[in-house]
Structure formats: C-alpha cells, structure tokens
C-alpha cells in the first residue's frame, strides 16, 4: 500500500464540499437540538399531565432507537405519506431531534441545580412566571451546562456520517464516492479522519472559550 | 446617615385605609404540618402598621415558617392569613399576586440573582412588576444603594462582593419594591462575625426613619430589644409568651422564655 498525493490533491475539491456539509448539517442540527432539548424540558414541567405525558413517551421513543433507524425512517417512509423533504433537511431534522432527547435531560439537571433560593427570592419579588425563567432560572442553568452541551456537539459530530446512508454528501460521503471512482480509498478516508480530529479539538476549544466566558 | 431621602414614604393618601380594626397582618388559626411534625399549631396573631416584632425561640420553633408563609413560599395546613385587610391565603393567584406587592423579605442567604449586576438585581422587579420605567427604578436604585452604602457597587457582580456587601444589596432589593411590610429572616445568621454591626445598624436605620412594618426572626438580642415594639417567643409551633421587649428581656413570665434567653444571652 502506497501514499499517493496526488489522491490527496485530486480529492481535496471533493472533500470541501462535504466538508461543508458536514458543518452545516452540525451548526443545524445542535441549533435545533439545543431549542428543542429545551421545548421538551419546559413541557416536562408544566402541570397538565396531557401535555408530559406524550412528550415523555415521545421523546424516551427517540432517545431509544438507533438515530440510523430514525434517518430511514424519515427520508424512506415519510415520502410515502406524501412528507418529502431534502436529504440534507431530512438528515438535519433527523440528528436534532434525535439529540434533544439527549439535551432536555441536560437542561433539566441544569434547572434543578438553581437554588431553591433563586425561585424563593424572585418569589418575594412577585416576577411574574415567565420573567422568573427567562431572567432568573434560564441564564443560570444554561451556564451551568454548556460544557455538557458542548460534548454532544462533538457527539453530534461524529455521528453527521450516518447521513451518508440517505445520500447526503458530506466527508465520508465524498470520500466514498471518490474512492469508489478512482480505487485509492487510503487516501480520502485518511483526510477526512485528520479532518474530524480537528473539527473536534477546534469545536471544543470554542466551547472551553465559551464556557470561561459565561462562567463568572 | 441621611436616611430619610430614599425611604420616606410617598404613599399615596389613603393608604392603609382598608386595615380595618388597625392592624395590618392577621394569622388565624394557622396550623402547618411537614409530614407528622407540626410546626405551627393553631397560631393566631395580629400586628400593628409600622410595628417592629421580633419572633425568637429554639431552632425548630416555627418562626422562619411564619415568614415563609407570609411571603407565599409555602401555604398552611389550616387557617387563614390576611394583609392589610386582603386575605393571602386562601386566595386565589391573582390576588395573591396583589398582596405579596405590599410584602418584601430578605433572606438568611440573600439569594441576589447571580446572573445580574447589582443595579439589576434592585430594578429588576420595580421595572417588571411595578411598571416603573427603568430610568425611574434605576435612579432609585441608586438612591438606595447610597443609603446601604453601596453607591460604588451599581456594577459589581453579586458574587464579588462580601456576604455584609450582598445582604445591604438585598435588603435595598426588597426596599425597592416599597413593601409596607418586610420580612427579615435571620439575615445575619450567614455573616462573619465582623460584617454583623454594619447590617444591624443599617437595619436600625431604616426601623426608626421608615413607618415599614418590620416581622424579624433574628439570634441577636441586643438588636430585637433595640428595635421591637413587640417580642413573641415561640416554643413548639405556638407563641408562649408576647410583650414589650423590655418586659421579655428582664423580666419573663414563662420559664421556658428564661430558660431560652439564659441560653442565648
């Protein structure tokens, strides 16, 4: 087995392109994990047991099947009921619901580490409800947990190539398709794994900046 | 210290006029239970606008519980409890909401939201819940933080002040929101030794230059007896003993008041 640069330099066009793909279906798919994750933690917590109810039994359904079977699910049934989506969108819906299962745990360990003492003192102040969460409880548990956060970005990360499977094209996709046109398969998969390393180490040294930021 | 400025109160006229009969809290029969441990057993007691009481006893007793269910932080088993002349419990929501204006507390640990600066923390519900527009509540905050001595501080975190500094910080919190009652829950049972004197004069202060009825549940004598109109001591979830602090200082009736203050003293 040879290395050959000339399969690096003929890849790399390639690899751009699903690298950029790879970061976009990452930034969507944390945004919408981290909104929904939340959405889900919120609706855990109101009264009406109608409304926790399903979303506890939706969201353990998510958490516990394979994210794998949930892109065949979506990209291969959906359509047949009239749901037709790009494969990319599909993929992006597909990783950040399936990790807001994931988040809303996060969000509601952070919420339940304010202190009784934050809820009694905005009490006594009369904040009406929503201003308590919004000013008071929200900014203190989302500091408390974005490097958990920031764990299931990488998290997510390493699993944007499952979307191959549904045709999108991001890293392993193109080095696959590269490989597969011109036999050099050490070459691209090489690249792409260098490529993850960084993306990692860059993704959490941007969460570690974030976290010294928000933690005062 | 000119404390007169910030706090006089600018009531509007006719406040106070529905406390029929004068007085301004009403407990009535109020039982409260934590599983098969009574805390309050049967309480009834009335306070006075612009009285200062000062609840002691045992740990255990039942004082902070008072406190606690005057600020809606829990609700009783039995009973019923009124402010100035309103019922707060039972109520329902909205009115509730209309009472606890009338009622500000500060707490043994402060509870300053740590999330905001100083100023914030002070305007936050003047702004909110008052409807004060925010310059309005920030030049008062500001008045007030001059009052507690803290004028330097309107930008500091919270948690880069002193425990002393923080308790000023919350006692000018609960002041913005103009309570005719405040509620002081052993607020300087969480302070170094050397921090006490400031928040007790500072307390002091504000009892004598404000007509602010006062409910303290406090472990510093020589402050209850220089502030309180009135003593309750609380044994077992009841009052055993009321008076004027002189009378309960020197010269108790019950002995589980003299045993108490021969502990403490």
């Known amino acids: ?216 | 210290m000119s404390a007169d400025t910030p706090l006089t109160k600018d009531t509007e006229p006719g406040a106070g006029a529905n406390t029929a009969g004068g007085e301004l809290i009403r407990l009535a029969g109020v039982t409260k239970r934590f599983g098969t441990n009574t805390v309050l057993d049967d309480l009834n007691f009335t306070v006075d606008p612009g009285k200062h009481v000062t609840l002691i006893g045992p740990s255990g007793s039942g004082k902070t519980t008072i406190l606690r269910l005057l600020m809606t932080l829990t609700q009783p088993d039995e009973g019923t409890i009124a402010v100035d002349g309103e019922q707060l419990f039972p109520a329902p929501e909205k009115q509730i909401r209309e009472v606890r204006k009338k009622i500000g507390m500060v707490f043994q640990q402060f509870n300053l939201f740590p999330n905001m600066n100083v100023l914030r923390n002070i305007t936050e519900a003047p702004v909110q819940v008052l409807g004060m527009s925010k310059d309005e509540a920030e030049a008062r905050a500001r008045e007030l933080l001059e009052l507690v001595g803290l004028a330097d501080k309107c930008d500091a975190r919270p948690t880069r002040l002193s425990g002393g500094q923080q308790q000023r910080v919350a006692i000018a919190r609960a002041l913005a929101m103009r309570p005719r009652v405040l509620l002081l829950d052993e607020v300087t049972s969480a302070l170094d030794p050397e921090l006490v004197a400031g928040v007790l004069d500072l307390l002091r202060d504000i009892a004598r230059s404000t007509d602010i009825t006062m409910l303290c549940v406090t472990h510093e004598m020589g402050f209850a007896r220089d502030i309180s109109d009135q003593v309750l001591m609380f044994d077992g979830g009841r009052v055993i003993e009321s008076g004027s602090p002189e009378k309960i200082f020197s010269d108790p009736e019950q002995d589980r008041t003299r045993e108490f203050l021969g502990a403490v003293l």
């Open chain 1, 1 to 216: 087995m040879t290395w050959d640069w000339n399969a690096v330099s003929g890849f790399m066009p390639h690899f751009w392109d699903g690298l950029r793909v790879t970061l976009e279906a990452l930034a969507l798919g944390s945004l919408l994990s981290f909104t929904l994750g939340l959405v889900w933690t919120l609706l855990m917590r109101t009264p009406t047991r109608w409304v926790r109810w399903p979303v506890g039994v939706v969201t353990e359904f998510v958490r516990n099947t394979p994210l794998l079977v949930q892109l065949f699910f979506l990209f291969y049934v959906l359509p047949e009921w009239g749901l037709t989506f790009s494969a990319l969108t599909t993929g992006v819906f597909a990783i950040g619901l399936h990790y807001s299962t994931y988040t809303m745990q996060v969000y509601r360990a952070g919420i339940e580490a304010v202190p009784a003492g934050q809820w009694e003192a905005a009490t006594a102040l009369n904040l009406p409800r929503h201003r308590t969460w919004t000013a008071v409880i929200l900014p203190q548990a989302i500091r408390r947990v974005v490097p958990a956060l920031g764990n299931y970005v990488i998290a997510m990360l390493k699993d944007t190539p499952l979307l191959m499977v549904i045709t999108v094209l991001e890293m392993l996709g193109q080095a696959r398709l590269y490989s597969q046109q011109h036999f050099q398969f050490t070459e691209p998969v090489t690249v792409i794994g260098v490529a993850f390393i960084l993306i990692s180490y860059l993704a959490s040294l941007l969460m570690r900046a974030l976290e010294r930021r928000l933690v005062r």
